[in-house]
């Protein structure tokens, strides 16, 4: 039997929809009937050869994130049937064939039954963000209810997401937005700081008379993550999904706090700790069904020829939410 999939053939070349085999399946996988496919800044990045740890060999299938129908079900699976809706973080690096094709032969340990009350867009928009910013908040940063949490970026596709989640942990959130995005940031519970009108010393004098926020979640990187070394406090956090350039840590030493980075693509690139990037999904399942967490989306719909146009419109910087590409 044979699909469509996407097919990139050359950095920063064309996606080429192309007739290829249905993949098959191996043990421990499940092969999804794609529904929609997430669109994060990575794989932007990946198409243009700018991604060297996604280590994502050409010719190549892009699409990080995806939800589906479970379409077969391989050998040693019991926890999903053929039927089940799904989603997750499941290929598009490391050689491993993403998304943007009809089906995916994936890791189960990887996905999660997508939430009842979410779309397959939806679903499809939520597995790197959320993984991302719980990998950080939770499992890093150990975050507990009554602290303050600063997000970086607070609009974006991580950052909406992270403040969501420490809003459901009981935490008092702000959110630094650009000025289009304040309203947009208190929409999902977090007391807006617009960057370009207040220093980071001025916020933190503002808003915590001084003494700096408990846990500082970066998802912005360079300068922003400077600032966030100086907007902590003493024996607080940082952690950053960015963390990619040199930084001088001497305000954060002077802090004594301490920071983590994370690098969500790990267990797809290793195949080690696979299964707790299905057991974060469960939760983000969990939140969105006591409707605790929505996805800020895209209105504009993209299917498997239209997608290039969604991937311009990534690097272009006029996306409003994340933007997904409709499969099936």
């Known amino acids: 039997m044979d699909m ?40 932007t990045k990946i198409r243009a050869g700018a991604a060297a740890h996604a280590r994502h060999p050409l010719p190549l299938i892009l699409g990080i994130d995806v939800s589906g129908v479970v379409d077969a079900v391989g050998p040693g699976v019991t926890e999903f049937s053929v039927g089940d809706e799904v989603y997750g973080m499941t290929g598009g690096v490391g050689g491993i064939p993403g998304s943007l094709a009809q089906y995916a032969s994936v890791d189960a340990s990887l996905l999660a039954r997508k939430p009842v009350n979410l779309s397959m867009r939806e679903a499809a928009a939520l597995p790197l963000a959320f993984i991302t910013a719980w990998c950080g908040m939770v499992d890093r940063a150990n975050l507990q209810a009554g602290q ?112 983590s ?32 967490l929505v996805v800020r989306q895209d209105p504009r719909r993209f299917d498997l020829g239209s997608a290039h146009l969604a991937y311009e419109s990534m690097t272009g910087g006029t996306a409003e939410g994340k933007l997904v590409v409709d499969v099936i």
């Open 4 to 43: 469509q999939a996407l097919v990139l053939t050359r950095h920063d070349g064309p996606l080429e929809l192309t007739t290829i085999a249905i993949p098959e399946l191996a043990t421990g996988e499940v092969r999804i009937r794609i529904a929609a496919s997430g669109l994060n800044p990575l794989d």
């Open 148 to 259: 303050t949490v600063l997000v970086q970026g607070g609009a974006g596709g991580v950052g909406h997401v992270a403040v969501q989640i420490a809003r459901a942990r009981g935490a008092i959130v702000f959110a630094t937005a650009s000025e289009r995005n304040q309203d947009v940031v208190a929409g999902f519970g977090a007391t807006p700081i617009d960057y370009a009108v207040q220093t980071v010393e001025e916020y933190v004098e503002q808003y915590t008379d001084g003494e700096g926020f408990d846990l500082v979640v970066d998802t912005v990187g360079g300068p922003t993550l400077e600032g966030s070394f100086r907007a902590v406090r003493h024996f607080g956090h940082v952690v950053s999904a960015l963390g990619w350039g040199t930084h001088a840590l001497a305000p954060l030493s002077f802090r004594e706090a301490s920071y």
């Open 261 to 292: 980075g994370v690098f969500s693509l790990h267990p797809l690139l290793s195949g080690k700790h696979r299964a707790h990037h299905g057991e974060i999904l469960r939760q983000a399942t969990a939140m969105a069904e006591a409707d605790k």
